[in-house]
C-alpha cells in the first residue's frame, strides 16, 4: 500500500512539474527561417508571427494551429498543408497556393488574400472577419 503512494505522488510530482508540450518540431522552424524551404515539415502549434515568408516552401507541411499572426506569405506554396485552426489574421496570402490544403477553422481576420489558388482547399468553420479577398474563390460569407 505504502509503495502505491509512493508511486502515485511520484507520478503526480512529475505530471506537475512537467513543461508544456508544443507540438513543432524546433529543427524545422530553423531550417524554415533559414532557408524558406519545409516540405512536410511539422510546425504545428509553431510562432511564426510576423515572419516574411515570401516564396517559402511549406508543401504537405503540418501547421496545426501554427500562429502566423502578421506573417507575409506572399507567393509561398502550402499545397496540401493542414492549417487546421491556425491563426492567419493579419497575415498577407498574395499569390499563395493553398490547393488542397486543410483550412478547417482557419482565422483570417483582416488577413489580405489576393489571386490565392485554393483549388481542393477544405475551408469549414474559416473566419473572414475584415479580410480583403479579391481574385481568390472564397466568399466573405462565413464567420
Given amino acids: ?75 509561398a506554396d502550402m499545397r496540401g498543408a493542414d492549417l487546421e485552426n491556425a491563426n492567419l489574421s493579419r497575415a498577407f496570402l498574395t499569390n499563395v497556393s493553398l490547393n488542397n490544403a486543410d483550412l478547417d477553422g482557419v482565422n483570417f481576420t483582416r488577413a489580405v488574400i489576393y489571386h490565392a489558388d485554393v483549388e481542393g482547399a477544405s475551408m469549414d468553420d474559416i473566419n473572414l472577419t475584415g479580410a480583403k479577398v479579391w481574385g481568390t474563390p472564397i466568399s466573405i460569407g462565413g464567420n
Fill in 1 to 75: 500500500m505504502k509503495l502505491q503512494y509512493v508511486a502515485a505522488l511520484t507520478l503526480l510530482s512529475v505530471l506537475l512539474l512537467a513543461k508544456p508540450v508544443r507540438g513543432e518540431n524546433p529543427a524545422h522552424v530553423r531550417k524554415l527561417l533559414l532557408t524558406n524551404m519545409c516540405y512536410a515539415c511539422d510546425l504545428s502549434g509553431a510562432d511564426l508571427s510576423e515572419t516574411h515568408l515570401l516564396g517559402a516552401d511549406l508543401r504537405n507541411a503540418n501547421l496545426r494551429g501554427a500562429n502566423l499572426e502578421s506573417a507575409n506569405l506572399e507567393g
